[in-house]
């Protein structure tokens, strides 16, 4: 079991580097909720967090919901965060 545990680490730790990639290459906007700079997330991927609320802005290093709440990456489950980072990797300029 530990190999399992150790390549969804990896896999945690790559989708974490391209989202850095995606700032890194001046992608992201102003959030909606404070000055700093995001990615808007599409509808299709505006998973569900906490009490109602769901996921509009990726940031460089949390989530952020329709009502400006901040979430570490883990607050979705690898296989939904990597459908945010594939998403949001399509319509971003490299």
Same mark, same amino acid.
Do not use: W
């Given at each position: 079991? =530990? =190999?399992?545990?150790?390549?969804? #680490?990896?896999?945690?730790? =790559?989708?974490?580097?391209?989202?850095? #990639?995606?700032?890194?290459?001046?992608?992201?906007?102003?959030?909606?909720?404070?000055?700093?700079?995001?990615?808007?997330?599409?509808?299709?991927?505006?998973?569900?967090?906490?009490?109602?609320?769901?996921?509009? #802005?990726?940031?460089?290093? =949390?989530?952020?919901?329709?009502?400006?709440?901040?979430?570490?990456?883990?607050?979705?489950?690898?296989?939904?965060?990597?459908?945010?980072?594939?998403?949001?990797? #399509?319509?971003?300029?490299?």
């Amino acid at each position: 079991m =530990k =190999k399992f545990k150790i390549q969804h #680490e990896e896999l945690f730790e =790559k989708v974490r580097e391209r989202i850095e #990639e995606l700032f890194d290459n001046g992608n992201g906007v102003k959030s909606d909720h404070n000055d700093r700079r995001v990615i808007r997330v599409p509808k299709e991927q505006a998973f569900n967090l906490d009490g109602g609320r769901h996921l509009t #802005e990726i940031g460089i290093d =949390k989530l952020v919901d329709n009502e400006g709440y901040g979430y570490s990456l883990s607050a979705l489950t690898l296989e939904q965060l990597c459908e945010v980072v594939d998403a949001i990797s #399509e319509f971003c300029d490299f």
